[in-house]
């Protein structure tokens, strides 16, 4: 796994799109994480009050960053493990999206499966960022999804992104996200108990060994995958 | 010729399933040239570029914040 500033992380995603789109690479993925922030698809960046929320949120410790990705407002940090998986996706499947979300969310159920969890698809009411290919453990969010497709020469390149919760989000944080709502005018309340991180899901004294083997799991599968082919 | 923007019909699978015009990166009336960038759309968390099908004069029929589904014109060039 890597440790990467944030503005990093999304400029290697947007590069790497930018390479399977121009036919110069296949297939992509980084096992990551970052520094403390929120992160904002970029069409929230047009709401109104938007600049006002962003100034707040940074003058208290929150610098905000743009995604391209769709989704809703989520933190990003050192308790947030995040991968990316980008490929190319054939044309008139009629099912892009959702094989790209099960692609996507596969390796991280079989880890989770791996250390005795078991886990679904759900949205999560009072979830940040919900949606209905979320990860859930107990109906409880464990890790969000979001994507982007762009067409290219009779296929589709596609950028996919997952970030897992390896600590449940504090109160601080979760203050944080209905702030900058509240900054916003948008009315919508996020709740830490629709979350829960790996940690709380594991032995007390297995903690580090379970997440140590969780995310090398998640990180061979994701190089193998993502690995040239020999045809 | 008149060329629709379309939202594409091969992308997700629930026909019902409604998507968002979240931003039109090309003004109503500009000239387009064919595979340039001239839309997004969102749905289930997922942004899609839509791209122009023609050279031409843009009109856009849907807005911002439009709600729309699979094979929906949100545009013409002609």
């Given at each position: 796994m890597r440790e990467l500033a944030l503005a990093d992380a999304l400029e290697w995603e947007a590069a790497r799109l930018a390479d399977i789109a121009g036919g110069r690479a296949g297939a992509a993925a980084l096992l990551w994480s970052c520094e403390r922030a929120l992160v904002a698809p970029a069409?929230?960046?047009?709401?109104?009050?938007f600049k006002r929320a962003y100034s707040r949120a940074n003058e208290a410790g929150w610098p905000v960053h743009l995604r391209a990705t769709g989704g809703d407002l989520v933190p990003q940090g050192p308790e947030i493990v995040n991968l990316s998986l980008l490929f190319r996706a054939p044309l008139g499947t009629a099912s892009g999206l959702e094989d790209a979300y099960r692609q996507l969310t596969s390796p991280i159920r079989e880890a989770l499966s791996q250390a005795g969890i078991s886990s679904c698809h759900g949205s999560v009411a009072g979830?940040?960022?919900?949606?209905?290919f979320n990860i859930t453990v107990m109906g409880r969010k464990f890790a969000g999804t979001a994507q982007r497709w762009r067409p290219m020469a009779g296929e589709m390149a596609v950028q996919t992104h997952a970030m897992m919760l390896i600590r449940t989000p504090d109160e601080n944080t979760i203050t944080t996200l209905n702030r900058f709502y509240f900054d916003c005018g948008i009315k919508r309340v996020i709740h830490a108990s629709a979350h829960v991180g790996l940690q709380d899901l594991v032995q007390l004294d297995e903690k580090k060994a379970t997440q140590h083997r969780f995310l090398c799991m998640i990180a061979d599968r994701a190089h193998f995958w993502s690995a040239p082919r020999l045809s | 010729m008149v060329t629709d923007v379309k939202v594409p019909r091969?992308?997700?699978?629930?026909?019902g399933m409604e998507a968002v015009?979240?931003?039109?990166?090309a003004s109503d009336g500009s000239n387009v040239r064919k595979g340039a960038l001239i839309a997004e759309i969102m749905v289930e968390k997922s942004q899609f570029e839509v791209t122009a099908p023609a050279d031409g004069v843009l009109t856009i029929t849907k807005q911002d914040n439009d709600i729309v589904r699979k094979g929906d014109v949100i545009g013409t060039i002609a």
């Open positions: 069409s929230l960046s047009r709401h109104p009050n979830a940040f960022c919900d949606g209905r | 091969d992308l997700w699978q629930d026909d015009i979240t931003n039109w990166l």
